[in-house]
C-alpha cells in the first residue's frame, strides 16, 4: 500500500536554528498538509497546500514557518528559527481530493533545546 | 470554540466489554465525518469515513454511526490490540483541511 514518507524520524535542534522536515506525499495525491502534535495534546492543522501555494493556514503558522514543494515529490516545511514551543511531532498528510481521506506519515519528532 | 468535542478522555474497558465512544460537532454543512486510530509515537490510521446522518460503517470489532449532531464509535467485544488513541476529525468551513478532536484514549485489559 502507498504511504507517505517522513525524515528524520527524530531531530535535535538548538533554539534559534532552522530546520526543514522533509515528506514525501502520495505520488497521486494532490492536496498536502502539516499538522504537528505537542505531547499529550490533539493534533493541530498547521498549513494546506495545493497548485504549488498554500490554500490556507493556522494561526500557528506564522511567518517563523514556511513550506514547499521543490521538485514535484518532496514536501518540505522549515521553521526559520526554532523555538522551545516547536518541539513536537510533525506530521505531513496527503489526499487525493478534498473529501478523501487524509494519508499520515509517521512523522518527525522535533526536539528543541 | 472547538468544532470537534470527543468523549470521554480516556476508557478502561476489560477484554470482551463492549462500549462507545461520541464526537460531537459543531461545523454546518457537513461534508464528512472522519475517524482515525493513533497509535503511540504514530500517525493517525484512517478508519472510516460517514458522509450522512444514519450511515454506518463496519470494520472487525468496530462500527461508526453518524447523527446530525454527533458521531459513535461502537467497540464490541474489544480485545487488548485495540487499545489505542481514537480520533474524530470534520473539515474547516472552507472544506481545506481536517480539524481533530482531542481523542479518546482506549485501553482494554484482559
Known amino acids: 500500500e502507498p504511504e507517505v514518507t517522513q525524515t528524520p524520524s527524530h531531530q535535535v535542534t538548538q533554539m534559534g536554528q532552522e530546520v526543514i522536515l522533509r515528506c514525501v506525499p502520495i505520488?497521486?495525491?494532490?492536496?498536502f498538509y502539516w499538522y504537528r502534535q505537542i505531547l499529550g495534546q490533539k493534533v493541530e492543522f498547521l498549513v494546506s497546500?495545493?497548485?504549488?501555494?498554500?490554500?490556507?493556514k493556522s494561526e500557528i503558522f506564522d511567518d517563523q514557518f514556511s513550506v514547499e514543494r521543490p521538485d514535484g515529490s518532496n514536501f518540505t516545511l522549515k521553521i526559520r528559527s526554532t523555538k522551545l514551543e516547536d518541539s513536537a511531532m510533525y506530521f505531513c498528510?496527503?489526499?487525493?481530493?478534498?473529501?478523501?481521506?487524509?494519508?499520515f506519515g509517521s512523522g518527525t519528532q522535533l526536539s528543541v533545546l | 470554540e472547538d468544532q470537534v468535542t470527543q468523549s470521554p478522555e480516556a476508557l478502561r474497558l476489560q477484554e470482551g466489554e463492549s462500549s462507545s465512544l461520541n464526537c460531537s460537532y459543531t461545523v454546518s454543512g457537513l461534508r464528512g465525518l472522519f475517524w482515525y486510530r493513533q497509535d503511540p509515537g504514530k500517525g493517525p490510521e484512517f478508519l472510516f469515513t460517514l458522509y450522512s446522518a444514519g450511515e454506518e460503517k463496519e470494520k472487525e470489532r468496530l462500527k461508526a454511526t453518524l447523527t446530525k449532531k454527533e458521531s459513535f464509535l461502537h467497540i464490541t467485544a474489544p480485545k487488548p490490540e485495540d487499545s489505542a488513541t481514537y480520533l474524530c476529525a470534520v473539515p474547516n468551513q472552507a472544506g481545506t483541511a481536517l480539524i481533530f478532536g482531542k481523542g479518546t484514549t482506549l485501553s482494554v485489559s484482559s
Open positions: 497546500f495545493y497548485n504549488n501555494e498554500i490554500s490556507e
Open positions: 505520488s497521486n495525491h494532490l492536496y
Open positions: 498528510a496527503s489526499r487525493v481530493g478534498l473529501t478523501e481521506k487524509l494519508f
